[in-house]
């Protein structure tokens, strides 16, 4: 159901993500940094290292049926990276609890460095996965 999810995710799409594994508590997704993806001072904008975290994040919590959303996320940048790197963001599930999880999400460069540590928090909601994506 998460590929589901991902074809019809056109901003992950749009920034050239690849889902490299999709397994439920776990995902890992990688991104090629292009020149268009850099800020003011030519390195990578923290929006986008912040989208590919997310984008790990997502596909990890939505483990079953049910649509499972963001309720929040915290991200620290600890290495800034450039134009030609391969920055890959793989998520661990550390509990979930009812319908809420947490979930960490280590992003790194093409030579295994830390580039950012996310923390996001989900929620599942009542929704199905099959119906939202059987939709228009």
Known sequence: MVRLMMQRDRASAAMGMQVEQDEPGHAVVSMLVRDDMLN??????GGFVFALADTAFAIACNEDDRIT???G???SFLKSTHAGQTLTATARRRVVSGRTGVYDVT???EGGDVVAEY???SVATSRSLRDAVAGP
């Open 119 to 121: 923390r996001g928090r």
């Open 40 to 45: 003011g001072f030519a390195i990578t904008h």
């Open 69 to 71: 959303v963001a309720a």
């Open 73 to 75: 996320a915290d991200i």
């Open 107 to 109: 992003v790194t460069d």
